[in-house]
C-alpha cells in the first residue's frame, strides 16, 4: 500500500486527510469499474462539447449549473438514469474546474491551453462526493462503492474523521482507492525555537542555513539506462500490437517507480524539516521559466522543487509550523555576514567577501539569506497584526463615548 497524506486548511477546527489504498481486485469489480468510468468520461465530453457549441451558435457560455439541468432532464432515459449523478455530477465539475484554470490562464498572460476531449488513455479517475455524512466505504478490509460493487483493499492505517468523498483511479499497476475525510485539526507540534532557510539546487538537493547538505538522489538519472532501453523495445513494436501494448505498460511502469521514488524521498525530508523547525522559508522560484534551459531542464525536473515545496507547505500548516516563499534576487549575491553583494557567476561554488573577508560555501551563504529574509517577512507580518489589533481595541473603546455624545 502507498499512503498518501494531503493537509489543508478547511477552517478553524477541522482539516481534510486524504488516504490512499491499493483494492485487491476481483473481476465483476473491475468491469464495473471501467463501465463507470467510460460512463463518465462521455459525460466529461459531452459537457465541453456542449459548451463549445452554445458559444459557437449563440457567444454566451454555459455554466455548471445549467449544465447540471440539462443532466437533470437527461437522466429521464435509461441509459443515463443506470448510472449514479453523484458520477455524473463529478465529471461536471471536472469540466467547470477545466475551464476555470483556462479563464485563469489567459487572465495572468500564461499559456492558456484550451480543455481537451478526453481520449480513454487520459480519464482514469471517476469520483463521488457525499453532502451528507456518511459511514466510510470500508469496513474490515471490504470497500464498498455505491452502484458499482465491492472488493478488498490493503490497508496499512485506520481510516479517522467523515468521509466526504471517494475516489477510484485506476493507474498502470491497478486500482487505487483514495478516501478524502474530515478530521479535527490536531495539535500543533511543541515549539523547537529554531528556523531554517533552504536553499535548494541540483548538486545537492538542498543545503540548510546551519549548513547540513541534503543529498540529491537523482532517481531519474540512475534509471534512465533503464528507461531509454524498454523506450527503444517500445519503438521498434509495431504500431496496435499486443507486443506493443504490452511494451508500453512496461514503460509507463518504470516511469511509476521513479515517481514514487522520488514522492517518498520528499515526504522524508519534508516530514524532517517540519518536525526539526519551527519556521521554513525558501525561495519563490520561477520554475517553470528555469525549464526552458535545455541544458538543465532534465536535472531541473528531476529534483521536482515545485512539489517538494508544496508538499512542505501543507505539512508545515497540518503540524502549526510556519512555511516562508521570499523573493530569490541576490539570494547568492549578498554576503551572509557584512550584506556586500557581488556578482557571483553559477560555476563559482565558494562565497568569498570582498569587504569583510568571509569564505562561506556558495549554497551556505545563500541559505542564511534566505532564512534571515523569512524571520523579517514573519517579523513584519506580526507587527502589521499587533497595530490592527491595537487599531480595533481603540475604535470600540471610542464607540461607546461616541454614542453617548
Known amino acids: 500500500m502507498i499512503g498518501a497524506l494531503h493537509a489543508m486548511a478547511n477552517s478553524e477546527d477541522t482539516t481534510i486527510k486524504t488516504y490512499e489504498f491499493k483494492l485487491r481486485l476481483n473481476k465483476s469489480f473491475v468491469e464495473a469499474c471501467e463501465r463507470e468510468l467510460e460512463h463518465s468520461r462521455q459525460i466529461y465530453n459531452a459537457a465541453l462539447a456542449e459548451r463549445i457549441s452554445c458559444y459557437q451558435i449563440t457567444g454566451a457560455s454555459l455554466g455548471y449549473n445549467e449544465q447540471s439541468r440539462h443532466l437533470t432532464d437527461a437522466r429521464t432515459l435509461p441509459e443515463v438514469k443506470s448510472h449514479l449523478r453523484t458520477i455524473q455530477q463529478d465529471a461536471l465539475e471536472r469540466v467547470e474546474g477545466a475551464f476555470k484554470g483556462f479563464f485563469r490562464r489567459v487572465k495572468n ?25 456518511r459511514p466510510c466505504p470500508i469496513k474490515g478490509d471490504k470497500l464498498t462503492v455505491p452502484g458499482v460493487g465491492s472488493c478488498r483493499a490493503r490497508l496499512s492505517r485506520p481510516i479517522e474523521g467523515k468521509c466526504k468523498q471517494l475516489r477510484i483511479t485506476r493507474r498502470v499497476d491497478g486500482w487505487y482507492a483514495l478516501i478524502v475525510c474530515e478530521i479535527p485539526k490536531p495539535e500543533p507540534l511543541p515549539p523547537t525555537g529554531r528556523t531554517v532557510g533552504v536553499d535548494v539546487g541540483i548538486s545537492s538537493f538542498a543545503t540548510l542555513s546551519n549548513g547540513e547538505e541534503i543529498e540529491n538522489p537523482r532517481h531519474l538519472k540512475s534509471a534512465l539506462d533503464n528507461l531509454q532501453r524498454r523506450q527503444r523495445r517500445l519503438s521498434r513494436r509495431q504500431k496496435g500490437s499486443k507486443r506493443r501494448a504490452k511494451q508500453r505498460i512496461k514503460v509507463a511502469k518504470a516511469h511509476l517507480k521513479v515517481s514514487r521514488c522520488r514522492k517518498d524521498f520528499q515526504h522524508k525530508v519534508s516530514t524532517d524539516l517540519v518536525r526539526r523547525f519551527d519556521a521554513i522559508t525558501v525561495e519563490d522560484l520561477n520554475i517553470r521559466g528555469m525549464v526552458k534551459n535545455q541544458r538543465l531542464a532534465r536535472a531541473i525536473s528531476d529534483v521536482a522543487w515545485g512539489s517538494f515545496f508544496r508538499m512542505t507547505r501543507s505539512k508545515a500548516e497540518y503540524a502549526g509550523r510556519r512555511f516562508e516563499r521570499v523573493d530569490p534576487r541576490y539570494t547568492s549575491q549578498n554576503c551572509s555576514k557584512c550584506g556586500q553583494r557581488q556578482k557571483m557567476p553559477l560555476a563559482v561554488r565558494i562565497y568569498e567577501c570582498g569587504k569583510c573577508g568571509a569564505v562561506i560555501g556558495r549554497d551556505h551563504n545563500s541559505a542564511i539569506t534566505i532564512d534571515r529574509a523569512g524571520q523579517a517577512r514573519i517579523c513584519a507580518r506580526g507587527e502589521r497584526q499587533r497595530s490592527m489589533k491595537r487599531e480595533r481595541e481603540c475604535r470600540t473603546q471610542l464607540e461607546p463615548k461616541q454614542g453617548g455624545n
Not at 499559456?111 to 455524512?133: A, C, I, L
Open 109 to 133: 498572460g500564461e499559456k492558456p491551453g484550451f480543455p481537451r476531449f478526453k481520449g480513454k488513455d487520459r480519464y482514469h479517475t471517476f469520483s463521488q462526493k457525499y453532502e451528507k455524512v
